[in-house]
């Protein structure tokens, strides 16, 4: 099976811009979850989706959204870039039920 | 609050050692615990998950134990190499209802000296 893949890997955009990075769950897999991490932060949830539906959702401004279409692709979304919103976005997919996150590659993303 | 704590950023040792690494977590319940190995700019992988009822776990040079008394998890890798060089993570499961969040530790960055 293919592993989850996420688009584009790496991203520069500008203070004040949107963005929007996609991923590909395994198949078969019906939850994604995105997560921020920084190296002062660490590993951060940002939300889990289920079957189109947003199902939890960490502690994050509202400028962070996401959604996840019928085949179980996913998008986030983030608008006014802030400097602080430079990160590696993992996303992870896993079976329906179970405990395993299979996670991406992540899409760099550099706010100048 | 809820607090998940590895015991040290970096963590040097010498090939062929065993590699020792602690997760310990505060006002959590958890079922299980989770560990993962992320490499530089790669994504975390899947390594072992140990249920609460279980003491200990083994999957090849891998053993994770876990002590839900003392609320610790501890992470070994025998034998170690090189190639085991990498940030291990642990992760706990909160759940509210039907929803449910994955919570990582900060990471031990392990370093296997040839």
């Known amino acids: 099976k293919a592993g989850v893949t996420q688009t584009p890997r790496y991203l520069i955009k500008t203070r004040g811009q949107q963005v929007t990075l996609s991923c590909s769950p395994i198949?078969?897999?019906?939850?994604v979850s995105w997560y921020q991490q920084t190296p002062g932060q660490g590993l951060q949830f940002l939300f889990e989706?289920?079957?189109?539906?947003?199902?939890n959702k960490g502690n994050f401004p509202g400028r962070f959204s996401g959604r996840q279409f019928s085949n179980s692709r996913s998008e986030m979304n983030v608008s006014t870039l802030e400097l602080g919103d430079s990160a590696l976005y993992l996303c992870a997919s896993s079976p329906e039920g179970r405990d395993t996150q299979y996670f991406g590659p992540g899409t760099r993303l550099t706010v100048l | 609050s809820q607090k998940i704590e590895q015991n040290s950023e970096a963590l040097n040792i010498q090939e062929g050692k065993t590699a020792t690494l602690t997760c310990n977590y505060t006002?959590?319940?958890?079922?299980?615990l989770q560990w993962y190995r992320q490499d530089p700019g790669r994504g975390p992988v899947f390594l072992l998950l140990i249920r609460e009822n279980e003491k200990e776990k083994r999957k090849e040079r891998l053993k994770v134990t876990f002590d839900t008394t003392l609320k610790q998890s501890l992470f070994h890798i025998t034998a170690s190499q090189p190639a085991d060089s990498a940030t291990y993570l642990c992760a706990l499961e909160s759940q509210a209802g039907s929803a449910r969040q994955l919570t990582f530790g900060s990471g031990t960055q392990l370093t296997v000296l040839p």
């Open positions: 198949s078969g897999h019906r939850s």
């Open positions: 989706y289920f079957s189109e539906t947003q199902r």
């Open positions: 006002n959590y319940s958890p079922a299980y």
